[in-house]
């Protein structure tokens, strides 16, 4: 159950204020009868809200690809520091938490969702779900790193890292890394592990979704349903 106000805000009919002003004044039906009391619960998964005539249709979990910049942590909440929800301007956004975590100098692809069943299948660790990288480097490229990255590299763990992919471009210092597992720091210990040095580093994708190059670092969008119906296939 949910508050009418809270209902039309979240589904972006305007903010709690907008909202309640459009309630009284009699703009909103509940299943058939109009409702004027913004604080009128109502079972948010059946209820048939029509608003100016118009039949509202209910998202129950929401999914935004975040380009994240520079200088803000992942986590939701961390003290002195800007959070990646700080630029999520919606109702929902407190609901959202990252799925996975990319370090605070860390830019690039970072879904958010409040669906916790998706964001637990694409974290488990049984799941393996590929996750590409941009990286550049302050020395070139090893010559053995490609077959150093694909046999495992002992950086300091219990266990040495699962194969991974490194791509070469004609640049010695500008590689990709597709990566199967997501440990602490690990694009970066996997290079310090060859005496090398990531000085620069954008998740460009994760299973099949791939940061959308229009957005800006800091913008934001929602994912369409071809994209979450993606990301959903086990
Ligand atoms: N590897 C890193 O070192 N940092 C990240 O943020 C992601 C992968």
Redesign the pocket.
Known sequence: MMRLDRFLAINKYGTRQDVKKMIRAGQVTVDGQTVRNPEYKLDEETAEVIVDGRRMIYEKNHYIMLYKPAGCVSSTYEKGERSVLSYINEAYAGDLFPVG???KD?QGLLLLTDDGVLAHQLLSPAKHVD?R?YVELERDVAEDAVIRFQEGIDIGDEDMTMPAVLELTSDPRHVYVT?HE?RY?????MFEALDNR?TY?K?ISMKELVLDETLKPGEYRKLTEDEIMKLKVP
């Not at 720091?185 to 210990?189: G, L, M, P, S, V």
């Open positions: 975590r990319l370090d860390t996750k990288y990566l997501g720091h690990q694009i970066k210990r990531v580093l998740r």
